[in-house]
Protein backbone atom coordinates (compact mmCIF):
# COMPACT_ATOMS: atom_id res chain seq x y z
CA UNK A 1 0.00 0.00 0.00
CA UNK A 2 1.29 3.30 -0.40
CA UNK A 3 1.05 6.82 0.77
CA UNK A 4 -1.29 9.84 0.97
CA UNK A 5 -1.34 13.30 2.13
CA UNK A 6 -4.05 14.21 4.08
CA UNK A 7 -6.83 16.36 3.41
CA UNK A 8 -6.31 19.19 6.13
CA UNK A 9 -9.80 20.66 5.77
CA UNK A 10 -12.28 17.50 5.49
CA UNK A 11 -10.33 16.00 8.51
CA UNK A 12 -10.99 19.27 10.71
CA UNK A 13 -14.77 18.91 9.37
CA UNK A 14 -15.39 15.33 10.06
CA UNK A 15 -13.30 15.89 13.55
CA UNK A 16 -15.91 18.64 14.48
CA UNK A 17 -18.74 16.65 13.32
CA UNK A 18 -18.14 13.87 15.36
CA UNK A 19 -17.37 16.29 18.27
CA UNK A 20 -14.10 15.05 18.93
CA UNK A 21 -10.87 17.01 19.88
CA UNK A 22 -7.58 16.58 18.84
CA UNK A 23 -6.77 15.31 22.18
CA UNK A 24 -9.57 12.33 22.52
CA UNK A 25 -8.41 11.61 18.25
CA UNK A 26 -4.91 10.97 19.80
CA UNK A 27 -5.89 9.22 22.45
CA UNK A 28 -7.97 6.87 20.29
CA UNK A 29 -5.64 6.59 17.12
CA UNK A 30 -2.75 5.52 20.43
CA UNK A 31 -0.77 8.18 19.15
CA UNK A 32 1.17 11.33 20.98
CA UNK A 33 -0.78 14.62 20.28
CA UNK A 34 2.42 16.21 18.46
CA UNK A 35 1.85 13.84 15.52
CA UNK A 36 -2.27 14.88 15.53
CA UNK A 37 -1.37 18.37 15.57
CA UNK A 38 0.70 17.23 12.71
CA UNK A 39 -1.95 15.88 10.69
CA UNK A 40 -4.07 19.15 10.98
CA UNK A 41 -1.34 21.57 10.59
CA UNK A 42 0.58 20.29 7.33
CA UNK A 43 0.30 18.46 4.52
CA UNK A 44 1.88 15.44 5.91
CA UNK A 45 2.45 12.17 4.27
CA UNK A 46 0.59 9.01 5.97
CA UNK A 47 0.11 5.83 5.02
CA UNK A 48 -3.28 4.01 3.92
CA UNK A 49 -3.52 2.25 7.11
CA UNK A 50 -3.36 5.69 9.23
CA UNK A 51 -6.36 6.96 7.02
CA UNK A 52 -7.92 3.94 7.22
CA UNK A 53 -8.12 4.47 11.25
CA UNK A 54 -8.73 7.85 11.44
CA UNK A 55 -11.68 6.83 8.92
CA UNK A 56 -13.10 3.82 11.17
CA UNK A 57 -12.60 6.43 14.11
CA UNK A 58 -14.70 9.14 12.21
CA UNK A 59 -17.04 6.77 10.74
CA UNK A 60 -16.67 7.62 6.99
CA UNK A 61 -14.89 6.84 3.51
CA UNK A 62 -11.39 6.75 3.89
CA UNK A 63 -11.34 8.67 0.59
CA UNK A 64 -12.92 11.74 1.78
CA UNK A 65 -9.53 12.78 3.96
CA UNK A 66 -7.52 11.89 1.25
CA UNK A 67 -5.98 14.91 -0.65
CA UNK A 68 -4.43 13.22 -3.20
CA UNK A 69 -1.99 10.19 -3.22
CA UNK A 70 1.34 10.54 -2.57
CA UNK A 71 4.21 9.43 -5.49
CA UNK A 72 7.85 9.92 -4.36
CA UNK A 73 9.79 11.42 -7.11
CA UNK A 74 13.38 9.66 -7.60
CA UNK A 75 16.33 11.54 -7.14
CA UNK A 76 17.37 11.10 -11.10
CA UNK A 77 14.59 12.55 -11.92
CA UNK A 78 14.92 15.64 -9.56
CA UNK A 79 18.77 15.88 -11.22
CA UNK A 80 17.29 15.98 -14.60
CA UNK A 81 15.07 18.77 -14.06
CA UNK A 82 17.22 20.96 -12.76
CA UNK A 83 20.51 19.90 -14.87
CA UNK A 84 17.88 21.07 -17.77
CA UNK A 85 16.73 23.97 -15.98
CA UNK A 86 20.44 25.11 -15.30
CA UNK A 87 21.25 24.40 -19.46
CA UNK A 88 18.70 26.73 -20.25
CA UNK A 89 19.55 29.49 -17.98
CA UNK A 90 23.09 29.40 -19.76
CA UNK A 91 25.32 27.51 -16.68
CA UNK A 92 28.18 25.16 -17.57
CA UNK A 93 26.69 22.06 -15.47
CA UNK A 94 27.52 18.14 -15.09
CA UNK A 95 26.34 15.68 -13.01
CA UNK A 96 29.06 14.78 -10.73
CA UNK A 97 28.72 10.38 -10.75
CA UNK A 98 31.29 9.38 -7.66
CA UNK A 99 34.20 6.37 -8.48
CA UNK A 100 36.12 4.66 -5.94
CA UNK A 101 38.72 7.02 -6.95
CA UNK A 102 37.10 10.42 -6.31
CA UNK A 103 36.72 12.29 -2.94
CA UNK A 104 33.82 11.36 -0.37
CA UNK A 105 31.14 14.30 -0.16
CA UNK A 106 31.09 16.04 -4.03
CA UNK A 107 27.43 17.67 -4.46
CA UNK A 108 25.07 15.79 -7.28
CA UNK A 109 25.57 18.34 -9.82
CA UNK A 110 28.90 21.04 -10.32
CA UNK A 111 27.90 23.97 -11.95
CA UNK A 112 29.74 27.35 -13.21
CA UNK A 113 27.22 30.49 -13.29
CA UNK A 114 27.41 32.15 -16.89
CA UNK A 115 27.32 35.85 -15.64
CA UNK A 116 29.94 35.65 -12.35
CA UNK A 117 31.76 32.83 -13.09
CA UNK A 118 31.08 31.18 -9.82
CA UNK A 119 31.10 27.76 -8.96
CA UNK A 120 27.80 25.93 -7.88
CA UNK A 121 27.28 22.99 -6.03
CA UNK A 122 24.13 21.29 -5.72
CA UNK A 123 23.45 18.35 -3.44
CA UNK A 124 19.96 16.86 -4.71
CA UNK A 125 17.40 15.00 -2.71
CA UNK A 126 14.39 13.59 -2.35
CA UNK A 127 11.52 14.95 -0.29
CA UNK A 128 12.22 13.69 3.35
CA UNK A 129 15.80 13.31 3.17
CA UNK A 130 18.96 15.01 4.29
CA UNK A 131 22.67 15.42 3.09
CA UNK A 132 25.18 13.50 5.10
CA UNK A 133 27.58 15.40 7.45
CA UNK A 134 30.35 14.93 4.48
CA UNK A 135 28.09 16.88 1.76
CA UNK A 136 27.35 19.47 4.37
CA UNK A 137 30.77 19.73 5.00
CA UNK A 138 31.38 20.27 0.95
CA UNK A 139 28.49 22.61 0.98
CA UNK A 140 30.01 24.52 3.51
CA UNK A 141 33.48 24.58 2.06
CA UNK A 142 31.80 25.59 -1.45
CA UNK A 143 30.12 28.65 0.68
CA UNK A 144 33.25 29.14 2.81
CA UNK A 145 35.18 29.81 -0.36
CA UNK A 146 33.20 32.37 -2.15
CA UNK A 147 30.84 30.07 -4.18
CA UNK A 148 27.24 28.86 -3.76
CA UNK A 149 26.62 25.75 -2.59
CA UNK A 150 23.31 24.69 -1.16
CA UNK A 151 20.51 21.59 -0.98
CA UNK A 152 17.90 21.16 -3.31
CA UNK A 153 14.42 19.14 -4.07
CA UNK A 154 13.81 20.48 -6.95
CA UNK A 155 14.00 23.19 -9.59
CA UNK A 156 11.82 25.57 -7.35
CA UNK A 157 14.68 25.32 -5.15
CA UNK A 158 17.12 26.06 -7.36
CA UNK A 159 15.13 29.18 -8.60
CA UNK A 160 15.41 30.27 -4.61
CA UNK A 161 19.44 30.04 -4.11
CA UNK A 162 20.37 31.21 -7.91
Not at 85 to 105: A, E, M, N, V
Not at 112 to 133: L, M, N, W, Y
Not at 136 to 146: D, E, K
Amino acid sequence: MGRVIINIRNLRLYTNKNNLTQSELATKMGVSRQRINQFFNSDIIVTHNTIEKIALILKIDASKIIQKNYEPVSEKKIQKSILDYLKQRGYWCIKFIPSRFSTSGISDIIACQPDTGKFVGIEVKRHGCSATKIQQLFLSTISNLGGIAFVAMSVDDVKKQI
